[in-house]
Each structure stands twice: as structure tokens, then as C-alpha cells.
């Protein structure tokens, strides 16, 4: 059973859509992340959400929205899509904002932007 | 958090130790060593962290410094499948928190 998944797995669109990436969780974790890649590799948080509460928003465009219906779900909308959104974004849980434990990944969402 | 600085590739022969080293001399008191690995087009996987004390698992041994100056991953009997980039990342406590990814380490493990 798949711990962290992601939907689409792959999403090719227009520049100037709207699109959204949807994460569940099934490991009961309280705390859930969006991470994105680029094409350089580099790993960055975008957000945190911590029993649907927002507690890290990292310096991101506006265009970017997340949302967090319940503690197992943390989706990304994307308005208004532009060429250097290409990226790979990852979502991720862990069990609560400690330091005690480790993040759990799912497979990511290879987004291209056309 | 604590910046890391690992070197960005080794190679290592199959059935032998792979030793990855970190240094993260500007740690603090608080903050732990986590390390994570990236095999190609997957996802970051968690691999083990530790505070000061010696750290194992089913999947590698985490050796700290005295000094928390720097660590050393080690992959006992590295396979082909270890082959991945190795990020070790220096977290605080906090709600706030987070991990933030460096370049890491590229292991090649050859035949």
C-alpha cells in the first residue's frame, strides 16, 4: 500500500492554466510538506501544513495554493501557469513537526509547462 | 539550520563499505543530522538521523564526532541499488523547522 501518494504522476499543460496536484497519506501523520525540484536538481520546501494549519510558507508566488481539507490531504493549486514552474514537486509527510522523525516522501509530480 | 558541506560524488565497488562524509561544523546544541538518499526520478527517502550518540539501522550506521563537527554515513555492503544522490541535512527543534536540501552526494557503486 502506497504510503505518500501523488496525483497526477505526470501533468502537461499550457502556460496560463490552472492545475492542481493532489496528495493523500495513509500513515496517520499529523504534518504534511510540498517540496519542489528543478531542472538543476535542488530540493526546496515550498510548504508545511501541520493538522491543516499552515505553519511554513517558504517565499513562493501567490500563484501557488495550497490546501489542507484534512490532516491525511495536502493539495496544490497553481494559477496562471508559467514556463519556470516546469518542476518536479514532491509532497511529504512525517509524523508531527518534531525532530524526532523523519519525512516520508511520495514519488512526485513531473509538471511541464508548454 | 546549520549549513552542511559533503563532497559531490564518490564511488564505491559493490559488496564493499561506502563511507559518506558531512561536515556541519556551525551545528548547535540542539540541532540533529539527518540523512536521506534520491535514486533517480524517485522520491527522497529517509535513511537514519541521530543527535551525538552512534546511530543503526537496517540500512546504515550514522557516526557522529565528539565534536558534532562532522559525521560519517556508512553503507555496509553497498549494492548496485545504492546507487543515489546522499543529502545530509542539520535540523533545529521547533515547529518551524524544516529540512532543507543541499547538493549532496552522488554515489556510484560499480560492479
Known amino acids: 500500500d502506497t504510503a505518500v501518494s501523488q496525483t497526477p504522476k505526470y501533468l502537461v499543460t499550457q502556460m496560463g492554466n490552472d492545475k492542481s496536484i493532489k496528495c493523500e497519506q495513509n500513515?496517520?501523520?499529523?504534518?504534511m510538506y510540498w517540496y519542489k525540484q528543478d531542472s538543476k536538481k535542488f530540493l526546496k520546501i515550498m510548504f508545511s501544513?501541520?493538522?491543516?494549519?499552515?505553519?511554513i510558507n517558504e517565499t513562493v508566488p501567490n500563484r501557488f495554493s495550497p490546501k489542507s481539507p484534512d490532516k491525511a490531504h495536502l493539495n496544490l493549486h497553481i494559477n496562471s501557469l508559467e514556463l519556470g514552474d516546469s518542476a518536479v514537486y514532491f509532497c511529504a509527510s512525517s509524523h508531527d513537526t518534531g525532530v524526532g522523525y523523519g519525512y516520508t516522501f511520495g514519488s512526485g509530480t513531473r509538471l511541464t509547462v508548454v | 539550520d546549520a549549513k552542511t558541506t559533503q563532497p559531490p560524488s564518490m564511488d564505491c565497488a559493490e559488496g564493499r563499505a561506502a563511507n559518506l562524509p558531512c561536515n556541519h561544523s556551525t551545528i548547535s546544541g540542539n540541532e540533529y543530522v539527518y540523512w536521506y538518499r534520491q535514486i533517480h526520478s524517485q522520491g527522497p527517502q529517509y535513511i537514519i538521523h541521530?543527535?551525538?550518540n552512534n546511530e543503526t539501522n537496517e540500512m546504515a550506521s550514522l557516526i557522529i564526532t565528539e565534536d558534532r563537527k562532522s559525521s560519517t554515513l556508512i553503507l555496509p555492503h553497498a549494492t548496485l541499488r545504492d546507487t543515489a544522490v546522499y543529502y545530509c541535512i542539520v535540523r533545529g527543534t521547533g515547529t518551524a523547522s524544516k529540512l532543507t536540501f543541499g547538493t549532496g552526494t552522488r554515489l556510484q557503486v560499480t560492479l
Open positions: 500513515l496517520g501523520h499529523d504534518t
Open positions: 501544513y501541520n493538522n491543516k494549519e499552515l505553519i
Open positions: 541521530g543527535l551525538k
